[in-house]
């Protein structure tokens, strides 16, 4: 069974350009989450999707928008990219729709803005 | 909000030798997570565990819920043991999960 897959792997931004970053969860994995990771700030918690829905949006601009579409593929939209977003974007998929089951995640796209 | 420490944050061990690491948490959750982090990035579940204890071959972990703290045990570890370490924390129905600092493990040859 293939794992959480994200494309790209690596991306190279400038200043006030936008990016899309994709997610291919687990197959049968219904639920996906977001989380960027810096050296700063750590692991923090962006967004989680089920059956189209967001449920939970952590504390980012709303620069940061996600969307998941009808085969549990997730889509994370960054506009207007500044220099502090420069992270590694984590994608994560779990089976069951709430929280009592293991999270998945994707090897990441690291992202870099110039 | 809730409060995730891990202690110690770096540790170094030779090749073989065993560790304990250490996740306190603020309040009460519902959900517990370890993960490793190798080298290149990929975060790795080693245990979904709430409370009680698990084993997977050389690791085990044991989460005391009332007392707000989560232990990861690795023994005769090994250089692929290297990385950071971290645990997450959630409350059911909020669908997210709070991460800790990590504790970075080098295991020497």
């Known amino acids: 069974k293939a794992g959480v897959t994200q494309t790209p792997r690596y991306l190279i931004k400038t200043r006030g350009q936008q990016v899309t970053l994709s997610c291919s969860p687990i197959?049968?994995?219904?639920?996906v989450s977001w989380y960027q990771q810096t050296p700063g700030q750590g692991l923090q918690f962006l967004f989680e999707?089920?059956?189209?829905?967001?449920?939970n949006k952590g504390n980012f601009p709303g620069r940061f928008s996600g969307r998941q579409f009808s085969n549990s593929r997730s889509e994370m939209n960054v506009s207007t990219l500044e220099l502090g977003d420069s992270a590694l974007y984590l994608c994560?998929?779990?089976?069951?729709?709430?929280?009592?089951?293991?999270?998945?995640f994707g090897s990441g796209t690291q992202l870099s803005v110039l | 909000g809730i409060q995730v420490e891990q202690s110690p944050p770096d540790l170094i061990l030779q090749e073989g030798a065993n560790s304990t690491l250490r996740c306190n948490f603020s309040?009460?959750?519902?959900?517990l997570q370890w993960f490793h982090q190798n080298p290149w990035g990929q975060l790795i579940n080693l245990f979904y565990?709430?409370?009680g204890t698990k084993q997977n071959g050389r690791l085990s972990a044991t989460t005391v819920a009332t007392e707000r703290y989560s232990l990861l045990y690795i023994s005769s570890s090994q250089t692929t043991d290297s990385g950071v370490y971290f645990c997450?924390?959630?409350?059911?129905?909020?669908?997210?999960?709070?991460f800790g600092t990590g504790t970075r493990l080098k295991v020497l040859a």
């Open positions: 197959s049968g994995h219904r639920s």
């Open positions: 994560a998929s779990s089976l069951i729709p709430g929280q009592s089951e293991k999270l998945f």
């Open positions: 997450a924390v959630g409350y059911s129905g909020t669908y997210k999960y709070i």
């Open positions: 565990i709430p409370s």
């Open positions: 309040d009460s959750v519902n959900n």
């Open positions: 999707y089920f059956s189209e829905t967001q449920r």
